[in-house]
């Protein structure tokens, strides 16, 4: 399965970004997939998590409201509102996890290269 995450660029506080990823191959339909996020100096950090069924989805408190994850098909979104500069980073998106630590990096196996979200103040 490869992954291409799109849509980042400079956005103004308060304002939204539609991040894209889009897998190959039919196996990303069976699978939880996740976007994360790592800013310069910090760990990556789990975003949003949705289920194969796409029904199940998962947000930290911090970002729960601000933030919607979807997927259809081989594409998965995250939708995101009302950004602050402490959301700039490069965001990644994550597919099929080993076991149940959905929030962990090193539980998913495919990643794509990050696309740059940069939210001036």
């Known amino acids: 399965v490869q992954l291409q995450a799109s849509g980042g660029g400079l956005v103004q506080a308060g304002g939204s970004l539609r991040l894209s990823c889009r897998a190959s191959?039919?196996?990303?339909?069976?699978?939880?997939a996740a976007w994360f996020r790592q800013a310069p100096g910090k760990e990556r950090e789990a975003v949003a998590h949705?289920?194969?069924?796409?029904?199940k989805t998962y947000y930290p408190a911090s970002l729960e409201g601000r933030f919607t994850i979807s997927r259809s098909g081989n594409t998965m979104y995250l939708q995101m509102t009302s950004l602050k500069p402490e959301d700039t980073a490069v965001y990644f998106c994550a597919a099929q996890v080993a076991g149940t630590q959905y929030n962990r990096a090193s539980s998913y196996g495919y990643w794509g290269p990050g696309t740059l979200v940069t939210v001036s103040s």
């Open positions: 191959g039919h196996a990303f339909r069976s699978y939880t």
């Open positions: 949705i289920r194969s069924s796409g029904h």
